[in-house]
C-alpha cells in the first residue's frame, strides 16, 4: 500500500477478521459468510499461485453471476493477478479471441 491506500482484498480481509460470521454473499438459496467467502477466495489464491500466477499476470474469470464469481475476482487479486471478466454467454470462439489478444495467463 502506498499513501495509506487499500487495495480492495486488503480490505476484505480485514472485515473477515473482524467479522467472519456476518453474511457476504447472499444468491439464491446460497448465503455465505465472510470468514467461508475468505477460504474460497483464498483457495482460489492457492490454485493459481500453484499454477504459476503472479503479479501483473492476467487471469479469465469465465463465471456466471452468482457465489462462485466473488471468490475467482478475490482469489485472483489474492494472488497477486488482475482478473479479465469473460462472459460465459459469449460463443467459444470469441472467447478464444479475447483470452489471445489479452494474452491470459
Do not use: K, N, Q
Request: aromatic share 4%; with cysteine; proline share 5%.
Amino acid at each position: 500500500m502506498s499513501g495509506g491506500e487499500a487495495r480492495v482484498h486488503e480490505l476484505f480481509r480485514e472485515i473477515v477478521r473482524t467479522d467472519p460470521d456476518r453474511t457476504a454473499v447472499v444468491a439464491g438459496t446460497v448465503r455465505l459468510s465472510y470468514a467461508e467467502l475468505g477460504r474460497r477466495s483464498a483457495a482460489v489464491a492457492a490454485a493459481l499461485r500453484s499454477a504459476g500466477v503472479g503479479r501483473r499476470d492476467l487471469v479469465g474469470v469465465c463465471v456466471e453471476r452468482g457465489p462462485h464469481l466473488l471468490p475467482a475476482l478475490l482469489g485472483t487479486l489474492e494472488a497477486g493477478a488482475a482478473w479479465v471478466g469473460l462472459d460465459p454467454a459469449y460463443p467459444a470462439e470469441r472467447l478464444r479471441l479475447i483470452a489471445a489478444d489479452a494474452a491470459l495467463a
